[in-house]
């Protein structure tokens, strides 16, 4: 026998004795009394209540018996995900159509961060990686099957500070992915490997974009998700001040007055063909997200999504459920008794007058 209690057993003990002693004390009595007291409960309903006492408190330290199995899902997925983190993705051009107070839409990493909910709540039992790129690519997590650190570290991602800003190209997380992806693939070669890349797509440096054609041959999929719109988004300035990110166009952390470009909000603008490109180049398919609109991910690869049935969770068998059947038939009888009681104080207090009247 195995007990998980519910409680800390010494609070069930303080919660269970005295009422127990209160119970067993009324049944004494009532075998003192005998079978002909004809006030209070008799021995056959105090025992019954000892019982449901008892009983509740074997409930609360939960009994089961070792032998039990679950099923496992054995996912040999490793998820890599790339997120743009230029003074660019706080541009307010996602979900127009439901625009904040103030006129503003919410920020293009607001779609990102819900979009990396999506991808971890897909792979279930997979292992993830976390990397962010603005003028330098940084690995902030490294593989890991906690999707609660996943999505809090994007829930605090803030891209980078504007007057730092001197320019970025959308590669330049090509080494530092393929390395992830080769360090992964040497500690468990059987494993399958996916990458997401989130961004979108503004080339701000001279340079040609660097290649992702080395990750290619290491990958089992994935996909490249693109934010933004041809209309742009003003920008406001990223100051690094930290606070609440509330993912809105106003009111966000660290953010400052609209960016100016020429006397107006400069507007910065997706690049569909750079990140179609990206894409080629990483065998995986573009995917351009707006608010509201379903994310279509690819699957798993079958053979990491199969139930482990050599290797099962081993844990006791809950036998809760038979100490609640008991407690649920002794509360029945209960009712049925105090049912009882009620009907017949009813029919004593409503008697027929006599047929003189007298009283």
Known sequence: MILQPVLAPLLVMLLVLPVLGAAVWMLVGAIRRGPSARTGAGPVIWALRVVLVLACGVLLLRP?????????????????????TTASMVAEDWNTGGSTKGGAADQRMTGVREDVRRIAEAYPGARFALITFDANAVLRLPLTTDTGALVSAV???????????????????NTLLTQTL?????????????????????QTVSTEPEPFDSAKKLLSGGGVLGYGTDEGGPMRETTGAVGP?????????????????????????????NLQRIASELGVTYEHRTAGAKLTLPPAPTSTTAYREDDPLTQPTDLSWIVALVIV???????????????????LSVRPASPGGDS
């Open 64 to 84: 089961g018996v070792p032998g039990g199995h679950v099923r496992t899902l054995a996912s040999a997925t490793d998820v890599v995900i790339a997120i743009d």
């Open 155 to 173: 829930e605090v991602l803030q891209p980078e500070v504007t007057r730092q800003s001197k320019g970025s190209s959308i590669g330049i997380a």
């Open 182 to 202: 080769q360090n992964a693939q040497k500690a468990s070669p059987d494993r399958a490997r996916m990458v997401f890349y989130l961004g979108d797509g503004e």
């Open 245 to 273: 990110s509330t993912g809105s166009g106003t009111g966000s952390a660290g953010a400052g007055q609209y960016i100016q470009y020429q006397g107006s909000d400069a507007l910065s603008r997706i690049d569909e063909k």
């Open 329 to 347: 038939a002794l509360l029945c009888t209960e009712i049925a008794r105090a049912t009882m009681l009620i009907v017949r104080m009813r029919g």
